[in-house]
């Protein structure tokens, strides 16, 4: 039963077994809580968004088109969520730790043995992410971390393919360029 794709669980679940709602739960919830924290820092606000996604997805889960992956729109969600979290809580720290294992692609081979980057490479990028729009943030989580498609992502955040391409693109130029103004690069 755990083989099935989302697609199918979810039919599933439509046609009344609603006991299988729990494996969805299962393969989502420490990933939705990974995405999540890259946004916020207090434990008890991310469980209660992954909760509420989680409720959301249940209510809703008779207006989920089958013919698009469950993937998307569960994280579709949560961005939905996430972003109205810190609309209403304008002044919270926006973080994100753990650089290496979002961007690991310029730094993979350096740090393969080591479990995080050193100190100060890490406050580097956390102050820079700090100075990037949200729009750009997302993008830069969700390919990176996430390791979405451009087309996950657009469907995600509800833009075309080509823009997610140009939002990535300017979040990696601008992500360089607060880099290059600290004079470490």
């Known amino acids: 039963?755990?083989?099935?794709?989302?697609?199918?669980?979810v039919g599933r679940i439509r046609k009344g077994e609603k006991e299988l709602f729990g494996i969805l739960i299962d393969r989502y919830e420490a990933k939705l809580t990974r995405y999540i924290k890259r946004f916020l820092q207090n434990e008890e606000d991310i469980?209660?968004?992954?909760?509420?996604?989680?409720?959301?997805?249940?209510i809703n889960l008779q207006s989920?088109?089958?013919?698009?992956?469950?993937?998307?729109?569960?994280?579709?969600?949560?961005?939905?969520?996430?972003?109205?979290?810190?609309?209403?809580?304008?002044?919270?720290?926006?973080?994100?730790?753990?650089?290496?294992?979002?961007?690991?692609?310029?730094?993979?081979?350096?740090?393969?043995?080591?479990?995080?980057l050193d100190k100060e490479l890490e406050d580097l990028m956390t102050s820079s992410l700090s100075l990037i729009p949200l729009k750009y943030k997302e993008i830069l989580v969700l390919y990176y971390y996430e390791e979405l498609s451009y087309q996950e992502i657009a469907d995600i955040l509800h833009i075309p393919i080509a823009t997610a391409g140009v939002r990535l693109r300017r979040g990696r130029e601008q992500l360089e360029r607060h880099i290059k103004k600290e004079d470490h690069i």
């Open 64 to 116: 989920f088109d089958v013919d698009r992956l469950f993937n998307s729109w569960i994280y579709r969600i949560a961005h939905n969520e996430t972003v109205t979290y810190l609309k209403k809580r304008g002044n919270e720290k926006v973080s994100f730790l753990d650089f290496d294992t979002m961007f690991p692609h310029p730094f993979a081979k350096e740090t393969a043995d080591k479990p995080t």
């Open 1 to 9: 039963m755990d083989t099935q794709s989302d697609e199918q669980l």
């Open 47 to 58: 469980t209660d968004i992954v909760q509420n996604v989680f409720i959301k997805v249940f």
